[in-house]
């Protein structure tokens, strides 16, 4: 049974960083794409990062680049996602993902093979 669970969320103030880890179990997932996306509040939906198979490309959404950094450990089936410079519009619901990085960078979650539950951040002002 394949499982993404995410863990890392929590209260903090702008300005703070988290860092988010996200652990896949089930199976390996050293060959495909993984990712975060997250949903606000009465928002869509939002593509935040994605890292490739390899580890060696990173993507992110225009809202956070320079801000988050992603990472992936292959032999752990772990990805991380490093929040630094919060700001409360940051605040929403992070999921981890397992899919094709050009479909997250469209932004297309319905095709994500995988989701986790997600994990609640929130910053304040």
């Known amino acids: 049974q394949v499982q993404l669970v995410e863990s890392g969320g929590g209260l903090v103030q702008a300005g703070d960083s988290l860092r988010l880890t996200c652990a896949a179990s089930?199976?390996?997932?050293?060959?495909?794409?993984m990712g975060w996306f997250r949903q606000r509040a009465g928002k869509e939906r939002e593509f935040v990062a994605g890292?490739?198979?390899?580890?060696?490309?990173?993507f992110y959404g225009d809202s956070v680049k320079g801000r988050f950094s992603i990472s992936r450990d292959r032999a752990k089936n772990t990805v991380y996602l490093q929040m630094n410079s919060l700001k409360p519009i940051d605040t929403a619901v992070y999921y981890c993902v397992v899919g094709s990085i050009a479909r997250m960078l469209a932004g297309d979650g319905d095709a994500m093979e995988y989701w986790g539950k997600g994990t609640l951040v929130t910053v304040s002002s």
């Open positions: 089930g199976r390996s997932f050293s060959n495909d794409g």
């Open positions: 890292v490739s198979w390899s580890g060696s490309s990173t």
